[in-house]
């Protein structure tokens, strides 16, 4: 098992920064890469940002130039840098570990970015 723990949401205006943070623990050797996912109000979960175990990293388009995915391994720590934030960029944000049998998951921490 690995245990997900995030931090680092809040409320922010548009056009500000916030950095979250996923603190992983347990079984971290099954895990083959990292990942941050939202969910806003009515709408799927959709991938924001991944980091392999080799440290390679994809954005979603609608976060490109903006979003910045980096891992401490020493730390077991993921964070996401999150630039020029936008209204619509609110939502909650998931950490996520895959590995070979699946993905374990945070419990999510609330980004909200008002107008």
């Known amino acids: 098992q690995v245990q997900l723990v995030e931090s680092g949401g809040g409320l922010v205006q548009a056009g500000g920064s916030l950095r979250l943070s996923c603190a992983a623990s347990?079984?971290?050797?099954?895990?083959?890469?990292m990942a941050w996912y939202r969910q806003a109000p009515g709408k799927q979960r959709e991938l924001v940002a991944e980091i392999t175990s080799g440290g390679s990293t994809g954005y979603a388009d609608s976060v490109k130039g903006r979003f910045t995915i980096t891992r401490d391994s020493p730390k077991n720590t993921v964070y996401l840098q999150m630039n020029s934030l936008k209204p619509g960029d609110t939502a909650v944000y998931y950490c996520?570990?895959?590995?070979?049998?699946?993905?374990?998951w945070g419990r999510g921490t609330q980004v909200t970015v008002s107008s």
């Open positions: 347990g079984r971290i050797f099954t895990i083959n890469s």
């Open positions: 996520a570990a895959l590995y070979v049998a699946g993905t374990y």
